[in-house]
């Protein structure tokens, strides 16, 4: 593999980790905490952590890396007779559709309905009622994926 292959290897290989790494957090700790607050307190820092985090440095490393990850995944089969190409495919589809469509089409649309009512409303705390488990099952599908992910780029550059 080119250099310039192993590098974009790398780099999505970083981007998968950093970004299953949040995941990981909010899974294991920060929704955690949100559930234990009371509801209108935890509806509130769900709501400002979800518009906070549509911010250039996060975005960028979320949609980069699947970005890159449709890269590695044409570099694979471009590649195919390399022996890596299948650890490459594997990591770049499990990131597309693991943590990247899971995104789209789990956790936005959650965070969708959260933003659309006021912390002390009757609907808010009805939603809030079964968000916190919904959000961190999805969330931590996105993060187990993008963690394998990562591990299967390092599997490939090893091979």
């Given amino acids: 593999m080119s250099f310039v292959n192993t590098v974009v290897v790398t780099t999505t290989l970083l981007g998968s980790a950093l970004i299953g790494g949040i995941f990981f957090a909010f899974?294991?700790?920060?929704?955690?905490?949100?559930?234990?607050?009371?509801?209108?307190?935890?509806i509130k820092a769900m709501q400002s952590i979800n518009v906070v985090v549509l911010n250039p440095v996060f975005l960028g490393?979320?949609?980069g890396t699947a970005v890159l990850s449709l890269l590695v995944a044409g570099l694979a089969i471009s590649n195919w007779s390399e022996p890596a190409s299948v650890w490459y495919l594997s990591g770049a589809l499990l990131y597309v559709v693991g943590t990247f469509l899971v995104t789209g089409i789990g956790n936005v649309p959650l965070n969708d309905q959260l933003a659309d009512v006021t912390a002390t409303d009757l609907d808010a705390v009805l939603i809030w009622e079964h968000y916190p488990?919904?959000?961190t099952s999805l969330n931590t599908v996105r993060s187990v994926a993008a963690l394998i992910a990562a591990m299967l780029f390092i599997i490939g550059l090893v091979r």
């Avoid at 899974?27 to 509801?39: D, Y």
Wanted: proline share 5%; glycine share 4%.
């Fill in 27 to 42: 899974s294991n700790f920060v929704m955690k905490a949100l559930a234990q607050v009371p509801t209108e307190a935890g």
């Fill in 61 to 63: 490393a979320l949609v």
């Fill in 133 to 135: 488990r919904r959000w």
